[in-house]
């Protein structure tokens, strides 16, 4: 199923670089903040704390983190080459 709305589940091969934490990173294309962030290599040796996530529909807001400056659903946010990601265990203010 390829309609609006969905994401393909496989991982294509692509990458994108974002900004985790002040880290740049190599994350899938085509994913959202949240997946990027739990897919971040950084993930498996503790360098990035992924937040807090329960529904992934946009509706619990636990996973809330800050893009490009703004605060945002990562769940519901597609991941875009250039984004500045802050996770919550180093938000400053
Ligand atoms: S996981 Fe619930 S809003 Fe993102």
Known sequence: MSGQG????RDSGERI???IDGVEHEVPVGMSVLAALLCADAVADGRVIP???FCGI???QRCRV???GREAAACQTPARPGDVIE???NWSG
Not at 6 to 9: A, G, L, T
């Open 6 to 9: 969905f994401r393909p589940v």
């Open 17 to 19: 670089m974002v900004a």
């Open 51 to 53: 937040p807090d996530w």
């Open 58 to 60: 946009g509706q619990c």
């Open 66 to 68: 800050r893009i490009n």
């Open 87 to 89: 996770t919550r265990e």
